[in-house]
């Protein structure tokens, strides 16, 4: 049972290229979303999606993209790359009821230089 | 916005001894969670609790929801070297689609 799986965990970019950061879950979740951690930050919603083509967006969503084609995949697109988004972006998921366990994936490790 | 402020930031302690963590917010939430994140690896569900004034006991860990759905507390009892890790408190918003992270207490316990 592999969860919520994160491709790449590790990733240097420079400033100004784009990104496609993967996830996918294999356990028919209809919630996901996506965080970034940061030093004494905590983790901060970037968008969030309640089901396949339904995206919203959370705290801090400048500068990310996401899509929701199908339940299983909820991929984050970095447009141009900035130095302040270079954190750990973590991807979870759960069911659609909101006092339901949040699943999370290891992470990727993201260096904009 | 709401905001969940988490103290202390980092702890240091001894084997045995207990220690509190505290999760303080203006605002009401339907839900706080307790995760447990490890180096390298994503945050895991501790506990969830609901209704104000609940207690739940994991082991030696205690949680606590404040009457008014504001607050919360982690409670360790005789803390071991296992317990050492980033504990993080998480409000679902009263629309039931936004989670707000605390920043975090960062717990070590030496042996």
């Known amino acids: 049972n592999a969860g919520v799986t994160q491709t790449p965990k590790f990733q240097v970019l420079k400033t100004g290229q784009s990104m496609t950061l993967q996830c996918a879950q294999d356990m028919n979740h209809e919630y996901m979303s996506w965080y970034r951690q940061d030093p004494g930050m905590g983790l901060r919603l970037i968008h969030y999606s309640v089901g396949a083509g339904i995206t919203d967006q959370g705290e801090v969503p400048n500068g990310y993209n996401v899509s929701r084609s199908t339940t299983e995949d909820f991929p984050l697109r970095l447009l141009s790359a900035a130095p302040s988004q270079t954190s750990v972006y973590f991807c979870?998921?759960?069911?659609?009821?909101?006092?339901?366990?949040?699943?999370f994936g290891d992470g990727t490790r993201l260096s904009i230089l | 916005t709401q905001l969940l402020e988490q103290s202390p930031q980092f702890l240091s302690i001894q084997e045995g001894e207990n220690l509190t963590v505290y999760c303080n917010s203006s605002?009401?939430?339907?839900?706080l969670q307790w995760y447990r994140q490890e180096p390298g690896e994503g945050p895991v569900l501790l506990v969830t609790?609901?209704?104000?004034?609940e207690v739940k006991k994991l082991k030696r860990l205690t949680f606590q929801f404040g009457d008014a759905r504001k607050d919360s507390s982690l409670h360790i009892t005789a803390a071991q070297p296992g317990d050492t890790g980033l504990y993080l408190c998480a409000g679902m918003d009263t629309g039931g689609f936004k989670t707000i992270f605390g920043a975090g207490t960062r717990l070590f316990v030496k042996a």
């Open positions: 605002s009401v939430f339907s839900s």
């Open positions: 979870a998921s759960r069911r659609q009821r909101g006092d339901q366990p949040q699943h």
């Open positions: 609790v609901v209704t104000g004034g």
